[in-house]
C-alpha cells in the first residue's frame, strides 16, 4: 500500500491491487487563495469527504469518476472495507461548526483510519466503532480541528503503529492554524522521510508507535 500527502487534509491511498481512494480532497485556491495547495490532478477510484467545506470536499474537481462517499455507516467498494463513524467538527457536538465523519478502511489488511476535522477527545462509543489502528492520519493545527494537546490525547485514545499529521499550518496555507513543530515537540520516535509518497506493508509496521511527517506534493 502506497500514501501520498497532497497537503492539508487530503491523501490518495493506492492498494496493492491499484485501488485508488483519495481523503478530503480540497479546493485549490478556496478561501480567497488562504489554501494554495495545487490542483489535485490524481484520478481515483473513490473519493472521501469528512465534510461539507472547501478544503475537505471538492470531489467535483477531481478527474474521473470516482465513488463519492460521506457519512456514516459501512460499506465495501472495490473490495476495500469503508467505514464511516460520525463525529463533530468542534467540542459543541456540531453547534458551532457542524458534523464531522472519521473513516476508517482496511487496506490490504492495514487498519487506515483518517479523523478529518475532528474538533474533540473521543468518547469510548466512537474509540469502540474506529477499533484497532495501524496508520492515522490526525488533524494536530487546532483552530478549526483538535490542537497539538488534543490530537497527543487522541493518538493515545487510539494508539497507532504509525501516525501521520495532517491539517498544520505550512507556507501554502494561510488559515490560522498551528505548525507541525507545535505537536511534535517533546514526542521520540519522530521520522522526516522528506518525502510525500511513502509505500507501508503489515509486515513492517513497527510495534511501537511512530510519527511520520510527510512533505505535501502540491
Known sequence: MKIKYYGHAAFLI???????????????????????????????????????????????????????????GLKTLKGISVKGIPTYHDPSKGSERGIN??????????????????GHILSEKELTEIG?????????????TIDAKEATRVADQIKPKVLIPMHFKTEKAGFPIAPVEDFLKGKSNLKRPGASEMAFDKAS????????VMEHAL
Open 14 to 72: 493506492t492498494s496493492d491491487k491499484g485501488v485508488k481512494i483519495i481523503f478530503d480532497p480540497y479546493e485549490s485556491g478556496a478561501y480567497g487563495g488562504q489554501l494554495s495547495y495545487g490542483r489535485i490532478n490524481d484520478q481515483a477510484d473513490i473519493a472521501l469527504a469528512s465534510h461539507d467545506h472547501a478544503d475537505h470536499n471538492d470531489t467535483k474537481s477531481l478527474p474521473g469518476s470516482p465513488q463519492i462517499v460521506q457519512g456514516g
Open 132 to 144: 484497532p489502528v495501524d496508520i492515522l492520519l490526525i488533524p494536530v493545527g487546532g483552530f478549526f
Open 101 to 118: 465523519t472519521v473513516f476508517k478502511l482496511d487496506v490490504d489488511g492495514i487498519q487506515v483510519c483518517h479523523l478529518g476535522d475532528l
Open 205 to 212: 509496521l513497527p510495534q511501537k508507535m511512530e510519527i511520520v
